[in-house]
Each structure stands twice: as structure tokens, then as C-alpha cells.
């Protein structure tokens, strides 16, 4: 690649919104996609674990990048999740997502199998070397069963330019912050984004650059908010903030997945959203409906509560 682009701030995974046929529902992702731009964020992240690629075929994933890209119409960057069990379908789906006009792919490593180390670098080589895009890693071994060692992370940064960052979804900020000092000390260029909202705040403190988190679907005020006041250095503000930022990760233990506690937190705060999930998800119960109003309203973002819609 000629030049190399990095990513940072608060970039949503957003959600795939559907019609009770399971269809793509275009105007609201198109609402959705407005709203979220108008929030200030710094990029779109489509087809993550919340965009519910999971459940997709490749066609649908092809169709949800072809929109994406076209309605951002460049407003801001947008990444599409490539990944697979399969190297050869993120491969296709990494240089469709290129076709597109997508601004880099998002490549969560192969689950099912626990894949040896050397079978994980290659995984990465054959995709990176097979598209002239950035290459962000996606790094979640709760829902993997692997997790994406630092000395791994190092060497795939220093084989490709083009592999330009990571979203690390850990519990462990300690995961997080010798990635910072490794791999992005040696890579200055190599963006270090957190996948949980709670760890934003750590991930900037630390040198790192940003969050990809599923709050931003329905509060990106309060991530927005936080990388805005920390970068102007009004930590007050942004320590205000993050505590009611820390209150949301209680809404994925809810349900799991959990991208339907998404939707319904995105019709909560006054988003005109389709709730609809595709299988084997289903709809929240009534129940865990109120235990999701229960957390927005302690994290104090419910419309009646803040303002924000």
C-alpha cells in the first residue's frame, strides 16, 4: 500500500437492522447510519459480532457491505467485517469488501477450531496479502475460544503494512496495554481499539485509540464524549462521563447473543429501530425487556432522563 491508514476513536459496530422477514431494512439503517454520523463518530464498523454476520450467508454480508458503504457516501470511514471458519470466504468477502469502496476490513479470527499458531499467522498472511485494504484484527476469545497472542499481533504487524490495528475485545487491560507498548511502540501508525465500552477510558490513558463498542448504537454521546473531553484534557469530564459509560457492559449479560438487548436499548432511547433478530436469536420476554430499562435508566441515557435520543 502506498500510504497507510490508521483508524481511532469511537467507531460503532452497528447493528443490521431487519423487516419481520429478515430482509435488510434500508431506510432504517439509513436512519440509523445518519444518527450515528450526527453523533460526531469517527467511523462505521459494519457486519461485527453485533451486526450479526454470524447468521448471515455470504450473499446478505455482500449486500449489507454494498449499502453501507454507498449510503456513508465517504461522510465517514467504514470498515466490513470479512472474517470466517473459512480463509477462502474472508478472503472473497475482504476483496468484495474492496469492491464497495470500503475503507478496510475487520477480520475476526476463525472459531470452531483452536487453530495452532502458525495456522493463525497464515490465516492473516493469505488475507492481508490478498487485498489493498488495512487489515484491522479482531481479537474476542469469549466467543472464539482463542485469543490473539501480542506476540502474534507483532509479528503479522511487522510482515504487512497493511495490517493496521486491532479491536481487542478482552477483559483483561493488561492484554490491552502490552499491545500499546509492543506492537503500536514499534508501529506507531498500528491503532489499539478496546471492544468494551468499560475499558475506553484505559485504552486512551494508555496510548491506545479508541473503542469499538455496542453502546455506540444507542449512547455514542457518552463515547463520543469521553474521546472528545480526553483529547482536550478535560479529564473531569471525561471521568463523568465514563462512569455512566461503565454501567452498559451489565446489558450483555442479559441475553446472549445479545444483539437483540442492542435493539431493544436503540428503541428504548427513542430509535426508530426494528427489533426483529435473525435465528436461532429471538426477541427479548417482556422480563429482560425491563431489565435492559433498568440499566438505561441507572446509566442515565433514556430520553426522559438526559434529552438524548
Not at 242 to 271: H, T, W
Request: proline share 4%; glycine share 10%.
Amino acid at each position: 500500500m502506498g500510504n497507510v491508514k490508521s483508524f481511532q476513536g469511537v467507531i460503532p459496530p452497528v447493528s443490521t437492522l431487519f423487516n419481520e422477514q429478515g430482509v435488510l431494512n434500508t431506510r432504517q439503517m439509513g436512519q440509523l447510519i445518519d444518527h450515528l454520523i450526527g453523533k460526531g463518530v469517527n467511523g462505521l464498523f459494519f457486519l461485527g459480532t453485533g451486526g450479526e454476520f454470524s447468521q448471515m450467508s455470504v450473499n446478505e454480508r455482500k449486500a449489507v457491505a454494498e449499502f453501507a458503504v454507498s449510503y456513508v457516501n465517504k461522510r465517514v470511514p467504514v470498515l466490513i467485517g470479512t472474517g470466517s471458519t473459512s480463509t477462502r470466504e474472508a478472503i472473497e468477502l475482504s476483496q468484495d469488501a474492496k469492491r464497495v469502496g470500503a475503507d478496510g476490513v475487520v477480520v475476526i479470527n476463525p472459531y470452531y477450531w483452536v487453530l495452532s499458531e502458525d495456522h493463525l499467522f497464515s490465516y492473516y498472511d493469505d488475507i492481508a496479502k490478498s487485498v489493498d485494504l488495512p487489515v484491522v484484527l479482531y481479537n474476542f476469545p469469549n466467543l472464539t475460544g482463542q485469543d490473539l497472542s501480542v506476540d502474534l499481533v507483532l509479528k503479522l504487524a511487522d510482515t504487512h503494512e497493511n495490517i493496521v490495528g486491532i479491536k481487542d475485545t478482552v477483559d483483561s487491560v493488561g492484554h490491552i496495554r502490552e499491545l500499546i507498548i509492543k506492537v503500536k511502540g514499534k508501529h506507531p501508525h498500528f491503532s489499539v481499539m478496546c471492544g468494551f465500552d468499560d475499558h475506553l477510558l484505559n485504552t486512551l490513558q494508555l496510548g491506545g485509540d479508541g473503542v469499538i463498542s455496542a453502546s455506540g448504537n444507542f449512547a455514542p454521546q457518552l463515547s463520543v464524549g469521553i474521546y472528545e473531553a480526553f483529547r482536550k484534557g478535560d479529564l473531569e469530564k471525561a471521568a463523568k462521563l465514563y462512569k455512566q459509560l461503565a454501567v452498559l457492559p451489565l446489558l450483555y449479560k442479559i441475553d446472549s447473543p445479545f444483539v437483540n438487548v442492542i435493539k431493544e436499548a436503540m428503541r428504548l432511547c427513542g430509535m426508530d429501530v426494528s427489533t426483529y433478530v435473525l435465528p436461532p436469536t429471538k426477541r427479548l420476554s417482556e422480563e429482560k425487556v425491563e431489565q435492559v430499562k433498568q440499566v438505561l435508566e441507572k446509566a442515565n441515557v433514556l430520553p426522559d432522563k438526559s434529552g438524548e435520543g
